[in-house]
């Protein structure tokens, strides 16, 4: 336990060293301003405004040099965001919260979704919550939003998930499926696509998550030093991916094509990955002040706190609400 948790930090910190190194190598090259983003969603639906920007040519148009680093997990992410070796990071659930909470200067400015996209998938002889006792279910990065849901969920159904099962953290979402296809785990906690993967291949849909309200799962959260010093840039930022998501909410047949470039899935399922998720999805990237509490409730509960924290402490639409206005 002690040598996985060892190499888990020192892989962070190798990566986060390596981002850093190469934004000195490259800065200054190019008068733009750098912008790097760190989306723990390789093919994530949640990504999916990122990269529309980028196709679209939207970041460009905003006189901005946006670097998007996929494939990062949740809790590097934060990390790199609370280190500087990145502007921008797509996470802005439960552990930025956490980071928060322990004092680090940062906030969510943009949201994509207000409710979350997830499933629970099992073999065929899982049938009911009580098929899963003894199994092994696969689970997201430990304290990620899904990771949380997976056990809130569990536990209203009467699974207690550190003494009924075992759980296996294997990361990210492709992966997940992957090894729920190939019988690595008799369970796993999905998101798009791979429930659609999930269900054609006959597997059983246990639970959605989907009435779990106030996870968020995709978004913008920065670093304060940004949002002050560097607000001009945050704008620019901002203005361009609310233009993307607004392409997102729109553009069907658009959405889908970039989907398939970047998601690596056939357009059919692209097509109805873009049909189940675009609901959840909200078209001005702000939450309003009652759902803000509704999502610091939920966030403080998953963590397991009984703090009481203050809207501004976690959010800051200030910009967002610029921008709709204009």
């Not at 699974?159 to 296996?168: G, Y």
Request: net charge positive; hydrophobic share 45%.
């Amino acid at each position: 336990m002690f040598c996985n948790k060892l190499h888990f930090w020192i892989g962070a910190f190798t990566l986060i060293l390596v981002v850093h190194l190469t934004a000195l190598s490259t800065e200054g090259q190019d008068s733009r301003p750098v912008v790097r983003v760190s989306s723990p969603g390789l093919h994530s639906v949640y990504a999916m405004p990122y990269r529309i920007a980028e196709e679209q040519g939207l970041y460009l148009e905003q006189g901005l040099d946006v670097r998007i680093l996929p494939g990062v997990a949740t809790a590097p992410s934060v990390q790199m965001l609370v280190a500087g070796s990145v502007e921008v990071t797509q996470t802005v659930g439960t552990t930025t919260l956490a980071a928060i909470l322990r004092g680090a200067p940062l906030k969510v400015v943009m949201v994509f979704n207000d409710r979350p996209s997830y499933w629970l998938y099992a073999k065929k002889s899982v049938r009911s919550f009580a098929d899963l006792k003894g199994a092994k279910v696969g689970s997201f990065t430990p304290g990620s939003t899904g990771d949380r849901l997976m056990k809130i969920v569990l536990e209203k159904n009467g699974v207690d998930w550190k003494k009924d099962l075992i759980i296996v953290y294997i990361g990210t979402a492709d992966v997940l499926v992957k090894a729920l296809l190939s019988g690595s785990v008799d369970a796993a906690a999905l998101t798009l696509p791979g429930n659609l993967v999930a269900k054609d291949s006959g597997f059983v849909e246990l639970a959605s998550f989907e009435s779990e309200v106030g996870a968020l799962t995709g978004g913008v959260a920065t670093s304060e030093p940004f949002l002050t010093k560097r607000r001009d840039v945050l704008v620019r930022f901002l203005r361009a991916t609310l233009k993307a998501l607004k392409f997102f909410k729109n553009n069907r047949e658009g959405s889908a094509n970039i989907m398939v470039k970047y998601m690596n899935i056939p357009h059919e399922t692209a097509v109805r990955t873009y049909d189940t998720s675009i609901p959840v999805f909200v078209s001005d990237g702000i939450l309003s002040e009652d759902f803000q509490e509704k999502v610091l409730d939920f966030q403080l509960k998953a963590i397991g706190t009984d703090k009481k924290v203050p809207r501004d402490k976690y959010f800051d639409f200030s910009i967002m609400k610029s921008l709709a206005a204009n």
